[in-house]
C-alpha cells in the first residue's frame, strides 16, 4: 500500500513508521490514522517482523489531533462516528511497539505515544495534553492513559493547566522508560525493537498481553492470568530450547514455535 502520510521501512526484524505530515508536525488527521493502523496490521500479519518503532520528526512525535479537521464538527457527528474511535484499533496490535519520540508529543500525539507499549524519549521531547487550552479536554485516552503513567497530581496538573513536561520529568515521572540523545534516538529504539525481534515471539506477545492486564484488572485475577500464561510457554520448543541454551552456555535459538 501506497502511504502518504507515513514512512514504513522494514529493518532486519524490526518495521520502522515514521509519521510525515512535516507541514502540520505531524497532526494526527483521519488519514494518518487510517494509514497508521494498515501499517501496524501489515506489520502485525508479517511473519518476519517481531517489533514495531513509531517515530516522528525531529521538531514533532506529533503535535495532537488534527486541530484544522476537527474544528467544524458537531456533537451529533461527533457522537454518531464515535470521533475517535478509530484508535481502539491501533490498541489492538498484538506485537510490541516502541514509541520514539523527539520534539512535542502535544494531545493525540501524547496519547499516541502512550498507546505505544513503551516510550523512549529524546532529550528534545516535550509532552503535555494542551487541550483544556482549545476548551475541550484528551479525547485519545489521555485522562485515563496519563493518570495510570504518572499518577493523580501530576496527570491532573498536566490536563489542568496544559502544560508542558521535559524528558527530563517524563522520565522521573514514570511516562517515559529512558532518554537518550536526540541524534541517538531512531538507533536506540531499532536497537531495543530488535532485541525483541529476537526473542521468542510467543513469549514476546505474551509479556505485553500480562503487562497490560495489569491495567484491566485485579491483582489476584492478573497475577492468575501471568500464571496461566506462563504454564502456556512450557508447550513451546522454544522453553525448552531457552532453557537449554542456558544451561550449555550458549546463546538461544528461537523458532517461535
Ligand atoms: N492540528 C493541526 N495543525 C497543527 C497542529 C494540530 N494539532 N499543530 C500544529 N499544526 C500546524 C500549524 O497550524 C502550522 O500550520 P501553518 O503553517 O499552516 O499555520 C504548522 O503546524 C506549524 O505549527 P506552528 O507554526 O504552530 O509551529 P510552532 O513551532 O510555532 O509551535 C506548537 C509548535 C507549540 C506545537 C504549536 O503548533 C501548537 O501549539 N500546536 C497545537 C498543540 C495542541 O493544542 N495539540 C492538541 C490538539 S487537540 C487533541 O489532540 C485532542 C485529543 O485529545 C486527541
Redesign the pocket.
Known amino acids: 500500500m501506497a502511504y502518504e502520510t507515513i514512512i514504513t521501512e522494514r529493518r532486519g526484524k524490526v518495521g520502522l513508521i515514521t509519521l510525515n505530515r512535516p507541514?502540520?508536525?505531524?497532526?494526527?488527521?483521519s488519514q494518518i490514522l487510517a494509514e497508521l493502523v494498515a501499517a501496524v496490521n501489515g506489520f502485525g500479519a508479517d511473519a518476519g517482523i517481531g517489533a514495531m518503532v513509531i517515530t516522528g520528526s525531529e521538531?514533532?512525535f506529533?503535535?495532537?489531533?488534527?486541530?484544522?479537521?476537527?474544528q467544524a464538527i458537531s456533537y451529533v457527528d461527533a457522537y454518531l462516528q464515535d470521533f475517535?474511535v478509530g484508535w481502539e484499533e491501533f490498541t489492538r496490535a498484538r506485537k510490541p511497539i516502541i514509541a520514539a519520540v523527539a520534539?512535542?508529543a502535544?494531545?493525540?500525539?501524547?496519547?499516541l505515544a502512550m498507546m505505544c507499549d513503551f516510550i523512549i524519549a529524546a532529550d528534545t521531547a516535550?509532552f503535555?495534553?494542551?487541550?483544556i487550552?482549545?476548551g475541550?479536554?484528551?479525547?485519545?485516552?489521555?485522562s485515563q492513559r496519563l493518570t495510570r503513567f504518572v499518577g493523580k497530581s501530576k496527570a491532573m496538573d498536566m490536563c489542568l493547566t496544559?502544560r508542558m513536561m521535559d524528558a527530563a520529568e517524563a522520565e522521573r515521572s514514570g511516562l517515559v522508560s529512558r532518554v537518550v540523545p536526540a541524534g541517538e534516538l531512531v538507533e536506540e529504539a531499532l536497537k531495543a525493537a530488535a532485541r525483541i525481534a529476537d526473542f521468542s515471539l510467543p513469549s514476546v506477545m505474551m509479556a505485553k498481553e500480562a503487562v497490560n492486564r495489569a491495567f484491566e484488572t485485579t491483582l489476584a485475577e492478573g497475577l492468575r492470568f501471568e500464571r496461566r500464561l506462563f504454564h502456556s510457554l512450557f508447550a513451546l520448543e522454544d522453553q525448552k530450547e531457552g532453557m537449554a541454551a542456558f544451561a550449555e552456555k550458549r546463546k538461544p535459538n528461537f523458532s517461535n514455535r
Open positions: 507541514q502540520a508536525l505531524n497532526a494526527l488527521n521538531k514533532a506529533a503535535a495532537g489531533a488534527d486541530i484544522k479537521e476537527m475517535f520534539g512535542y502535544l494531545g493525540g500525539g501524547c496519547e516535550k503535555g495534553q494542551p487541550e487550552t482549545l475541550v479536554i484528551p479525547g485519545m485516552g489521555g496544559g
